[in-house]
Structure formats: C-alpha cells, structure tokens
C-alpha cells in the first residue's frame, strides 16, 4: 500500500510564507509525477503547481513568482514554498502522485489535505 502524508499548513498573516511537504511511503518503485491542488471553500479543486522532474515546473497564474515546487527523490517528497501569501491563497491544498508500485502498475494518489489559512 503507498500512503502520502501531508506537513507544514496553518495560519499565517498576509505577506507570510509557509513551506507545504507530502510524503509517499510504502510499496514504491518510482514516483512519475508530483503535483500540488488547493480547494477553496465553494469552489473546486484547482492545479497549482506541477513538478516536470528537470524540465520548466508549471504555476497557476494565481500563484506565480510566489510559490516555488520541488522535490527530493531520495525520500519520496514533493514541497511548496509559499511566499507573500494573501487571503485568497486560504484553501485546503493537497499533493497528488502517480506512484509506479510494479513494472505493471501505476496509480493516482492524493494526500489527506493540509488547511492553509491566510488572515491578520
């Protein structure tokens, strides 16, 4: 079983950063893709960012030039550094992966969500 874990949310003041890690753990031969949504209250989920594993990574409009993704192969994990946030970031966001556990299987996992929350 692969399971993703989510760190690094809470409450922030306007102009704050925070720095969102997902963890995958479990039966994993490979990691395809690493991706982070938000879902705001009412509304639906939404990309954010998009790890491209060495190519140019993809942001939403919204969040460029303030969010940065990366990852660390070695330990399974895909951050979002999140700089000069506004209220309008406030969401629940969540990571998502496409997790390779044999030669003949792939699969979409997401994590549990992480409350992000921006006000003064």
């Known amino acids: 079983q692969v399971q993703l874990v989510e760190s690094g949310g809470g409450l922030v003041q306007p102009g704050g950063s925070l720095r969102l890690s997902c963890a995958a753990s479990?039966?994993?031969?490979?990691?395809?893709?690493m991706d982070w949504y938000r879902q705001a209250p009412g509304n639906q989920r939404e990309l954010v960012a998009i790890d491209t594993t060495g190519g140019t990574p993809y942001y939403a409009d919204s969040v460029k030039g303030r969010f940065t993704i990366s990852r660390d192969n070695a330990k399974n994990t895909v951050y979002l550094q999140m700089d000069s946030l506004k209220p309008e970031d406030t969401a629940v966001y969540y990571c998502?992966?496409?997790?390779?556990?044999?030669?003949?299987?792939?699969?979409?996992?997401w994590g549990q969500g992480t409350q992000v929350t921006v006000s003064s």
């Open positions: 998502k992966m496409i997790i390779r556990t044999s030669t003949w299987n792939e699969n979409i996992y």
């Open positions: 479990g039966n994993i031969l490979s990691v395809k893709t």
